[in-house]
């Protein structure tokens, strides 16, 4: 039996990826029916990465996940410090509901699958901007998931520990029996401050496969604990 009970999975940037801004902008672009070339992108593209300095928008984006108002308020803030028109903030703001926005990673479900088939729990943690069971269930990955603890329906985002522990309680486990693995040492490594042993994946460099086989590794050598 695994010394793990329990895996606790960020969600974007470690199950799934994340489009950059030149996906986002050409998306926003062509549901208006507005001109795409890599001039326009690459002016757009700039003006926002500028935007993102602002003062009142780096206050707006620490908060952003911890309600969906919140989320719309902080980025159509750092769309209009851009200087882009309304409708065009709308259509960039929209991309963050589309189904292509967030496309998994091709080693997430059997990575998963191996992890629940171990007898070992798993949740996904994540500051997110919307309900995320309906999305995992989408990805074909609800029946190896058992809790979503998501910030947007609890008012506080990573690196709250409360995000962890509210994991833990959920699933019934103690900080020392689980696995909590991320991408983002600064929100997802709190996460060893309450006594979870941690594992932070390299930034995804753009290779197909993420690199989660290092999660099954570590459950199966718990085994032998």
Not at 69 to 81: C, K, Q, S, T
Not at 83 to 100: M, S
Not at 137 to 154: P, R, W
Request: proline fraction near 4%; glycine fraction near 8%.
């Amino acid at each position: 039996m695994s010394y793990y009970r329990a895996v606790l999975f960020d969600w974007v940037g470690t199950l799934v990826d994340y489009r950059d801004g030149g996906w986002i902008i050409r998306r926003a672009l062509t549901s208006l029916g507005r001109a795409v070339s890599d001039d326009v992108c690459s002016d757009i593209e700039g003006l926002l990465s500028t935007a993102l300095s602002d003062a009142d928008v780096i206050g707006a984006m620490q908060t952003e996940d911890c309600s969906p108002e919140l989320h719309r308020a902080a980025n159509m803030l750092w769309f209009e410090r851009a200087g882009v028109d309304g409708e065009f903030a709308e259509a960039l703001y929209a991309t963050n509901f589309d189904p292509e926005m967030h496309p998994m990673f091709p080693d997430t479900p059997e990575v998963v699958a191996s992890v629940a088939g171990a007898g070992v729990q798993t949740a996904v943690v994540s500051n997110f901007h919307r309900a995320l069971w309906p999305v995992i269930e989408a990805y074909g990955l609800g029946g190896f998931i058992d809790e979503v603890v998501v910030s947007s329906e609890l008012g506080f985002q990573k690196p709250d520990l409360r995000m962890f522990t509210t994991a833990l309680d959920r699933l019934g486990v103690a900080p020392s029996e689980t696995l909590m693995v991320g991408d983002w040492a600064s929100m997802d490594g709190p996460a060893a401050e309450v006594g979870i042993d941690t594992l932070i994946l390299p930034r995804h460099d753009g290779r197909a496969e993420r690199g989660l086989s290092a999660v099954v590794r570590l459950v199966e050598a718990s085994d032998r604990r």
